[in-house]
Structure formats: C-alpha cells, structure tokens
C-alpha cells in the first residue's frame, strides 16, 4: 500500500509528471525518448520518475493508472496517456496549453 500512497503524492505534488524508462538526458527506451523530448520542446518544467530505479513503482503505477506501458504522463493529477496519446496531442497542438495551464497552476 505504501507504493500506492507513493505514487499518489507524486502525481498530485507534480503538475506535470512523466513515468518513464530512464531520464530526458539519458533516455533508456525509444517511447520515452520521444515523450520526453516532446515535454522539453514544449518548454514547461516537468518532474520525471525513471521507473527502471523504482522497480516497486514500475510495478504499481499500471494499477494505479489502469494503463499498461511506459511512458505514462499525468498532468495537474491526471492521467494523459502514452507515448501515442502525447504524440498525437503534440502534432494537434493540444498539449503545449495543456502543459502551460498545469504550469501556470503551479505558479499560484
């Protein structure tokens, strides 16, 4: 249960957050590679968590989540989706003012 509280605070203390394999500088996966790289180019400050050094939170946060893979992005405490979803949100323009809204969030 503590893993699940963990998590919890994670994702409510972090406006913007991405579960991923590895760090945005040192990637360890190809779909993280590119989610993160799409939360950099967005320009908002963003938390990470590398699952592959908390293999208790790797293996809770798809309960916790309901969503199977990584990368999962939460942002202001919600689950966003995937590498697909992030993608699909970055190429439609949707996810740089969802981004800037977390932050701005963040900033009150």
Same mark, same amino acid.
């Given at each position: 249960?503590?893993?699940?509280?963990? +998590?919890?605070?994670?994702?409510?203390?972090?406006?913007? *957050?991405?579960?991923?394999?590895?760090? &945005?500088?040192? $990637? %360890?996966?190809?779909?993280?590679?590119?989610?993160?790289?799409?939360?950099?180019?967005?320009?908002?400050?963003?938390?990470?968590?590398? +699952?592959?050094?908390?293999?208790?939170?790797?293996?809770? *946060?798809?309960?916790?989540?309901?969503? &199977?893979?990584? $990368? %999962?992005?939460?942002?202001?405490?919600?689950?966003?989706?995937?590498?697909?979803?992030?993608?699909?949100?970055?190429?439609?323009?949707?996810?740089?003012?969802?981004?800037?809204?977390?932050?701005?969030?963040?900033?009150?």
């Amino acid at each position: 249960m503590e893993v699940l509280e963990t +998590i919890q605070n994670q994702v409510r203390e972090n406006p913007i *957050l991405i579960y991923m394999k590895g760090s &945005p500088d040192q $990637p %360890q996966c190809g779909f993280s590679s590119q989610a993160s790289q799409m939360l950099i180019s967005c320009g908002k400050r963003f938390a990470y968590i590398d +699952i592959l050094a908390n293999p208790e939170i790797r293996a809770n *946060l798809p309960a916790f989540s309901e969503w &199977p893979t990584f $990368p %999962q992005l939460f942002v202001s405490g919600e689950l966003v989706g995937g590498c697909d979803i992030i993608t699909e949100m970055y190429d439609s323009g949707e996810l740089q003012p969802l981004l800037e809204e977390a932050a701005g969030e963040s900033e009150s």
